[in-house]
């Protein structure tokens, strides 16, 4: 589903939460992708950023707690441990609160002497804040195919949707309910 039209720090939100493809394991930030992909999605120039391994591996550690807390957002169980361990990463990352102006109003910023995965960690925690506020973070969800988990913003009027996809994961799921009620005997032809 295409991200237009829904608040930026929504966008950034889904865009961080799903640079791990779940079904295949590909992570952009486990490998040399991630200070390209740092860069553009920080908004730098300099797409050769130096990041440190400790550092891509906080930013993941971060990543896969937000991803649990999207999928609870879907009735999912998710992990607490995982979940502490994002709280982990956000707790020792030093954030400066900046008051704003008339253009901007309060917002969080890693210093400016911080490295790249430090403003990305700033940049993720001023984003789940502002989505929270806004109250749209009920509607960030993890799919609830188990071999899917990749993050949307559930657009439905009732909030609702349970798959990333109805055409994939959705389909899938409903035909394997259909499958099971045959087996059982609950369906008649």
């Not at 991630?34 to 906080?58: I, Q, Y």
């Amino acid at each position: 589903m295409t991200m237009e039209g829904r608040p930026e720090p929504v966008q950034q939100l889904v865009a961080f939460i799903n640079t791990r493809h779940c079904p295949d394991g590909d992570d952009v930030l486990a490998d040399g992708r991630a200070p390209g992909w740092l860069a553009t999605w920080l908004g730098r120039d300099d797409a050769e950023l130096s990041v440190e391994p400790d550092a891509l591996l906080a930013l993941r550690n971060l990543r896969e707690g937000m991803r649990e807390l999207a999928a609870a957002n879907n009735g999912q169980q998710s992990d607490t441990d995982v979940i502490q361990g994002a709280a982990t990463v956000l707790a020792s990352a030093p954030v400066i609160l900046q008051l704003g102006d008339n253009q901007q109003g309060p917002h969080l910023v890693a210093d400016s002497a911080a490295d790249p995965a430090r403003h990305a960690v700033a940049a993720v925690a001023q984003s789940y804040l502002t989505v929270r506020a806004s109250g749209d973070w009920a509607r960030v969800k993890s799919c609830a195919a188990a071999d899917c988990r990749w993050v949307y913003f559930d657009t439905s009027r009732n909030r609702s949707r349970r798959w990333c996809d109805m055409t994939n994961c959705g389909n899938r799921a409903k035909n394997r309910t259909w499958r099971e009620r045959v087996r059982s005997g609950e369906h008649a032809d």
